[in-house]
């Protein structure tokens, strides 16, 4: 990658968004952290977006050996695995099908002796696709609130409580089914903080719990960081807030910052729709369209912005990339800029641009990435 961003620093950036990606990757990240087999029975269970790629890197760890599972991942982020059964369901409002798997995965731990041995595989999403309502509560009752909370604006941490209260696994529930098996659980955090309580809201998070943090997105920024072959600055790996603002806000700052320079973030911001009919948009390209706009045109600026997993909200890109002609083509095309920010509907103008990042599911999930590149 050595001096690509003088000649192409939409490709150099987007090298920074892989490099962060593979991080966070399940087969790099999770066998140095996979505990020995145990001596009785070894089972293995998991949610999460990143849960199907985690139980084939235990699967390459443990071969052949004596053990079993189950775990639930997203429609679309399946992998081929031979003795961890892998579920999809749905994300990021619940369905059938992630009720069903939360049913199998708790009757995977039932019965469990001292000398058995559960590993968990935890990663961002496992928060909708482990779902059992609480006692009194049904599935559609879950559904209606999960709709409310995305729509909300609301942060992670805030959501996730919720979550944890109408739930019969999270908040540490589902660890006490694993009793009296020794318990591991090996998790990639997308949550400020990177709280166990919080990851999932926390399914196996309880007092003096084995909890290993394989993945995080300060690892992800550092991995960027240490690629990017400049002075870097990491602004932080949990940035909340409204993502219009803090592009604004990063707007500001790049403006007085002097390059050449990278300065790094992580964390998720949100995106308050109210009652207006939103149109297509993510966080991340809302958080870009709105630092375009403060920017101005300001020449040797260049920006990127993904959701690590591949998917900004529900659309099929990770996020999007700027640069200092964003505004003047779109311009020239006749989009009115902001009409799409005001509208959520960054994704539409960035596709008319060709400026968005498509990965396809990473199989991984350690928040958002952004890079903003000054020369």
């Known amino acids: 990658m050595e001096n690509a961003n003088y000649y192409d620093p939409k490709k150099y950036l987007r090298g920074l968004f892989q490099a962060a990606i593979n991080a966070a990757d399940p087969a790099h990240c999770l066998p140095p952290n996979l505990p020995q087999l145990g001596s009785g029975r070894n089972i293995v269970i998991g949610a999460g977006k990143a849960a199907a790629a985690m139980a084939a890197a235990v699967e390459a760890a443990w071969g052949d050996a004596d053990y079993e599972g189950v775990v639930v991942t997203r429609y679309g982020h399946a992998v081929p695995t031979k003795r961890i ?11 059938a099908n992630g009720e069903a798997a939360a049913r199998e995965i708790l009757a995977a731990v039932q019965g469990l002796k001292p000398e058995d041995q559960v590993v968990a595989l935890i990663s961002g999403g496992a928060s909708a696709l482990l779902t059992l309502p609480a006692p009194g509560l049904t599935l559609q009752d879950k559904i209606l609130v999960n709709k409310a909370l995305l729509a909300s604006g609301a942060p992670i941490s805030t959501m996730n409580r919720i979550r944890k209260a109408l739930s019969a696994v999270k908040g540490g529930k589902l660890a006490a089914a694993c009793a009296p098996a020794k318990l591991i659980t090996l998790a990639i955090s997308d949550v400020p903080g990177d709280d166990p309580a919080m990851i999932g809201s926390g399914p196996t998070s309880v007092a003096g719990a084995d909890y290993r943090m394989i993945a995080t997105p300060m690892m992800a920024l550092e991995a960027a960081a240490r690629e990017a072959g400049m002075p870097s600055e990491i602004l932080g790996d949990d940035l909340e807030g409204e ?6 806000a990063h707007a500001t700052l790049a403006l007085n910052s002097k390059g050449p320079k990278l300065l790094l973030s992580g964390g998720e911001t949100t995106v308050s729709i109210g009652n207006a ?4 948009g993510g966080r991340n390209t809302e958080y870009l369209l709105s630092l375009a706009v403060a920017l101005e045109g300001a020449p040797n600026i260049y920006a990127l912005a993904g959701d690590s997993d591949g998917i900004d909200g529900t659309e099929d890109a990770a996020g999007a990339v700027v640069g200092p002609d964003t505004l003047a083509r779109a311009n020239a095309k006749g989009l009115e800029v902001a009409a799409y920010l005001a509208g959520h509907d960054s994704y539409s103008l960035f596709a008319a641009l060709e400026d968005l990042v498509i990965t ?4 991984t999930n350690v ?5 903003i590149l000054i020369f």
């Open 85 to 95: 059964r892998v579920l999809e369901a749905s994300h990021p409002v619940p369905d």
């Open 277 to 280: 009919k939103p149109g297509r």
């Open 360 to 363: 396809g599911p990473t199989l």
């Open 243 to 248: 993502a219009w603002e803090l592009g604004r």
């Open 367 to 371: 928040n958002d990435i952004r890079a």
